[in-house]
Structure formats: structure tokens, C-alpha cells
């Protein structure tokens, strides 16, 4: 009987010494800016092929490891829309709302980036928005 009970003692102590490495703690990177852009000119036919401070603001974010991007955008008068674009361009995801909308967000997965760009677009708004990220990754 002794040795049942030092037995379980040993295997309850090793699950509990192992329990904390197992499970990776979640690493957190927020980061807030101000974007500053003249509404869309009429001559730009998107938010993609925006000119830089005249109509669109990027933002490059560092994404060290696997995680989740989520974007806000608030703070800004009519129409603004919110991007967040790879290394190479593509979009991995947007809110486009229209005037009313009161907030712009984009939440997305990353997976094996080093960086992403994050694209706030005057539309058809007044000169600034607000923008806050949040990445959780581990």
C-alpha cells in the first residue's frame, strides 16, 4: 500500500511540475496611431490603388509567430474602410462599412508572416481615424 501511495504522489507531483511548461503562454503586441488622409481623389478607382497620405494611410505590424490580428478603427467623421494586407499584397481581410458605421474592424489568423500591412482608407470622410491593433500569437 505504501508504494501505491508513493507511486501516485510521484505521478501527481510530475503531471504538476509539467502542466505549466506544457501549455504555451500567450504573448500579446498592441500598438495605436493616428492615420492622417485627404478624402478619395476621383481619380483613384480603389482603396487598393490608394495614394499614399492622400487617400490611404499603411501601417506595417510585426506578427513574430502564429497568432490573431484583430484591428479597430473608430474616431473618424462619414466614410473610412479598414485593410489588412500580406507581405505581397494580398488581402487577408477588410471592413468596408458604409457612412453610418460607427467602427471599422478586421480580425484575421496569420500564419507564417513576419509582417502585415494595415490600410486605412478615406473614402469619403473627414482628414483622421483612430486605429488600434491587437496581436495575440505564441
Given amino acids: 500500500m505504501r508504494k501505491f501511495l508513493v507511486g501516485i504522489l510521484v505521478v501527481v507531483l510530475s503531471v504538476g511540475l509539467l502542466a505549466p511548461t506544457a501549455v504555451a503562454k500567450k504573448k500579446k503586441i498592441t500598438d495605436s496611431w493616428t492615420a492622417q488622409a485627404l478624402p478619395y481623389p476621383p481619380e483613384v478607382d480603389s482603396c487598393q490603388n490608394g495614394i499614399e497620405g492622400v487617400h490611404v494611410v499603411n501601417h506595417e505590424l510585426k506578427t513574430p509567430g502564429k497568432g490573431v490580428l484583430d484591428v479597430t478603427m473608430t474616431g473618424y467623421v462619414a466614410d473610412w474602410d479598414l485593410w489588412v494586407f500580406d507581405p ?46 491587437v496581436y495575440i500569437y505564441s
Avoid: K
Fill in 88 to 133: 505581397n499584397g494580398n488581402a487577408l481581410g477588410s471592413s468596408i462599412g458604409f457612412v453610418d458605421v460607427p467602427t471599422e474592424r478586421v480580425v484575421v489568423p496569420i500564419r507564417g508572416m513576419d509582417h502585415v500591412i494595415v490600410l486605412a482608407c478615406n473614402f469619403l470622410g473627414g482628414p483622421t481615424a483612430e486605429l488600434e491593433s
